[in-house]
């Protein structure tokens, strides 16, 4: 059993398009996580968050608690967010991952 | 640059050996997180460390072990390796430690058994 699912797995979007990407758990969280990983295999933390909305530049992540369910949203999408992007719930000492999802943007 | 540092980048070891892989955590934090991603299992934990105690275990084989020296350095040492082992090893550390922390990743450590 998964604690994380994300969808979807892959996704491809023309440049400038308007992408989401949706994790559900199945944990009481004490926070959740969205991680960005390149092909070089860096992984980078995007946002940590426990409730509402957060934004950077054209990212921007929420979360609804009572349904166990984040958002992921890329606005005008560009190349270089091609990447897997990564859920992970925090859940006491623990973390537990999504399996990612692995978007390619196309100029 | 996220302050944490991993070494080496890569490693290719046999079957059957034992090899030991290194994180130096961002400044001032004291919790240090090992995860283990490999292509068939995503990201997995492995193992957390607070301020040099144990502090949570995961999918961590009992042939692999970890450490935390009193510089919060960390070690993790995997054992009697097999191919299956084969994965990226990420160590990432965050200051109080919690699932409500930020963590910060290294870049990885590639582990190939051959």
């Known amino acids: 059993k998964n604690e994380v699912e994300q969808s979807p797995q892959n996704l491809t979007a023309q440049e400038g398009e308007f992408i989401t990407i949706n994790c559900s758990y199945s944990v009481g969280i004490s926070a959740l996580h969205w991680l960005q990983q390149h092909p070089g295999g860096g992984i980078v933390s995007l946002f940590m968050?426990?409730?509402g909305k957060k934004k950077h530049g054209r990212l921007i992540a929420t979360i609804n608690i009572q349904e166990k369910h984040s958002s992921l949203h890329i606005t005008a999408s560009h190349p270089r967010d091609s990447a897997v992007y990564i859920c992970?719930?925090?859940?006491?000492?623990?973390?537990?991952f999504g399996t990612g999802t692995s978007l390619t943007v196309i100029p | 640059d996220s302050g944490v540092t991993q070494t080496p980048k890569h490693l290719i070891t046999a079957t059957g050996q034992r090899v030991t892989l290194r994180c130096s955590p961002r400044?001032?934090?004291?919790?240090v997180y090992w995860y283990q991603q490999s292509l068939d299992q995503g990201l997995q934990f492995l193992i957390q460390y607070y301020n040099g105690e144990e502090r949570a275990k995961g999918n961590i084989l009992e042939r692999f072990s970890a450490q935390q020296f009193p510089d919060l350095h960390s070690e993790l040492n995997l054992s009697s390796l097999e191919l299956g082992d084969s994965a990226l090893y990420f160590c990432?550390?965050?200051?109080?430690?919690?699932?409500?922390?930020?963590?910060?990743f290294g870049q990885g450590t590639r582990l190939t058994v051959v």
């Open positions: 400044s001032g934090d004291l919790s």
């Open positions: 990432a550390s965050s200051g109080q430690g919690g699932g409500d922390t930020e963590a910060f």
């Open positions: 968050l426990s409730s």
């Open positions: 992970a719930v925090g859940f006491g000492n623990q973390f537990y």
